[in-house]
């Protein structure tokens, strides 16, 4: 029960990291497409790769670097980072192939996120025994 505790624990860290640094590096992103006269909406319309792209970085490398705080080794940091990038591949290819379109980039690829982070989390389950 210890290991479950510590694994939702560590979980939801890594969540709350994840979101914060979004919504943080979000609002750095918004701020430059508004100093480039760029419209959100115009850069989703003309580039949905690289929205897909920016969005999994802004989610993935906060969470990273909240890892590494809370002394986790770089292996484990390095295997959630290729987990994030699964994703992010993942929906980068579900979008080349018209699975989806352009305005599902975000639900999908935050849908996904939480699972990539369970795969990833399983991995080595012992480690969320250390309270780390």
Do not use: K
């Not at 992103?29 to 319309?45: Q, R």
């Not at 992010?88 to 996904?112: H, K, R, Y």
């Amino acid at each position: 029960m210890v290991a479950v505790r510590h694994s939702v624990l560590h979980l939801g860290e890594m969540f709350l990291a994840m979101m914060i640094g979004m919504a943080a590096l979000d609002a750095v992103f918004n701020g430059i497409l508004t100093v480039a006269g760029i419209s959100y909406v115009d850069v989703v319309d003309d580039a949905p790769t690289v929205v897909a792209l920016i969005l999994m970085f802004n989610m993935t490398v906060p969470m990273l670097l909240w890892m590494r705080i809370r002394g986790h080794e770089a292996s484990e940091v390095s295997e959630m980072g290729v987990a994030m990038a699964v994703v992010g591949a993942t929906t980068v290819f579900l979008l080349w192939l018209s699975v989806i379109d352009a305005a599902a980039i975000c639900g999908v690829e935050c849908g996904l996120m939480l699972p990539g982070m369970v795969a990833a989390m399983l991995l080595h389950p012992w480690l969320q025994t250390r309270g780390g």
